[in-house]
């Protein structure tokens, strides 16, 4: 059981690339979210997904794209990456809202810096 | 919309004495979930204790304890008997109720030291 692996831990763009950041789980996780953490603030939500072939934007989303094809995978999309998007991104999973929380498992993380 | 205020930047605390790290929220629901995090240097994010806005008493996970005080819409961590592995950044989280989809908003840290 690996829980929420993110691929790959670190990556450099210049200006103007793209790429994707894959997050899996194997937990069978119906909810599955993107933050980044930028220095004195904190984490915040980029987009989210609650269930596959969905997703939602959160509080930052401009220059970013998710898809969720499968149940099991987020992936986080830069178009055009610029340096305001230099940042540490996490990738979270957890099951469904019944009446009771359910606890958010975070990935290791990625480092990615835009040049 | 639901904010999270962290208002100590930097703690520090001698090993084996304790220490309570400060966390305000604002919002207008009743029904929601409050969560303390630590990031080790490791960068991984720890889910250290939680606690449920409807339940009254204050949660307690071994050495961390939390005074939830939801009228003055305040939620801080104290930790007891610091030890070296405690030194991380620590994150307050909100997230809404039933039907709220889990999301999380964090506030912006404490970065704790244990000096020996």
């Known amino acids: 059981n690996a829980g929420v692996t993110q691929t790959p831990k670190f990556r450099v763009l210049k200006t103007g690339q793209s790429m994707t950041l894959l997050c899996a789980q194997d937990?069978?996780?119906?909810?599955m979210y993107w933050y980044r953490q930028d220095p004195g603030m904190g984490l915040r939500l980029i987009h989210y997904?609650?269930?596959?072939?969905?997703?939602a934007k959160g509080e930052v989303p401009d220059g970013y794209n998710v898809s969720r094809l499968k149940k099991q995978n987020f992936l986080l999309g830069l178009e055009s990456a610029a340096p305001s998007q230099t940042s540490v991104y996490f990738c979270?999973?957890?099951?469904?809202?019944?009446?009771?929380?359910?606890?958010?498992?975070f990935g290791p993380g990625t480092r990615l810096t835009v040049l | 919309a639901q904010t999270v205020t962290q208002s100590q930047p930097e703690m520090s605390v001698q090993e084996a004495e304790t220490v309570t790290l400060s966390c305000t929220y604002d919002?207008?629901?009743?029904?929601?979930?409050l969560f303390w995090y630590k990031q080790p240097p490791s960068r991984q994010m720890i889910l250290v204790i939680r606690?449920?806005?409807?339940?009254?008493q204050n949660a307690t996970e071994n050495r961390f304890s939390v005074n939830f005080q939801k009228a003055a819409k305040s939620f801080s961590l104290k930790i007891s008997d610091s030890q070296l592995g405690d030194a991380a950044m620590y994150f307050c989280?909100?997230?809404?109720?039933?039907?709220?989809?889990?999301?999380?908003?964090f506030g912006t840290g404490t970065l704790l030291a244990v000096q020996p």
């Open positions: 979270a999973s957890s099951y469904s809202t019944s009446r009771s929380y359910n606890e958010q498992f």
């Open positions: 606690q449920e806005a409807y339940k009254q």
């Open positions: 989280a909100y997230s809404g109720g039933w039907g709220a989809t889990n999301k999380l908003i």
């Open positions: 997904s609650v269930g596959e072939g969905t997703t």
């Open positions: 919002t207008s629901e009743s029904d929601y979930y």
């Open positions: 937990m069978n996780h119906e909810y």
